[in-house]
């Protein structure tokens, strides 16, 4: 009932409210399953009498239309962020598949210097004598 109550349709919430004041008399017998069926004949009579018609708070509005400006800016990012990744991972992928692969059979565990030494400047290519 109570969610019924919040409705922003104030016909319909006047409805819902007076069921809910002539249950709490003991006026009117409700279960679940009578409230959902007087509740949906509530909305046919005021859909078809053209009386459903939503009123939004203000502030409600305000927040949702923050709300999809935000998230069109952070959209906006995201992409720029994304093309920027592919082309920095295109350079690095290049350099990486022409460096030669260490040997297996050396046994080594060490990281390599290449891997340890990033650059500073993310625009930066630093190429390293991989051969072992």
């Known amino acids: ?4 109550c919040m409705t922003t349709i104030p016909v319909f919430q006047q409805s819902v409210l007076k069921w809910q ?3 709490f008399e003991n006026t009117l017998q409700l279960t679940p399953t009578s409230l959902v069926i007087k509740a949906d004949q509530e909305c046919q009579v005021l859909k078809h009498e053209g009386q459903w ?3 939004l708070d203000p502030s409600i509005l305000a927040l949702h239309a923050l709300i999809c400006t935000n998230k069109l800016k952070s959209g906006e ?9 592919s082309q ?3 350079r690095y992928t290049y350099i990486v598949r022409s460096l030669k692969p260490m040997s297996r059979s050396s046994g080594s565990n060490q990281t390599p210097e290449w891997l340890l030494d990033l650059a500073n400047d993310p625009d930066q290519i630093k190429l390293f004598n991989c051969h072992y």
Not at 1 to 4: E, G, K, R, T, Y
Not at 77 to 85: D, E, M, R
């Open 77 to 85: 990012v995201f992409t720029q962020l994304a093309a920027q990744f």
């Open 88 to 90: 920095k991972a295109a």
């Open 53 to 55: 018609v939503e009123i």
């Open 1 to 4: 009932m109570n969610q019924l």
């Open 21 to 23: 004041q002539e249950y």
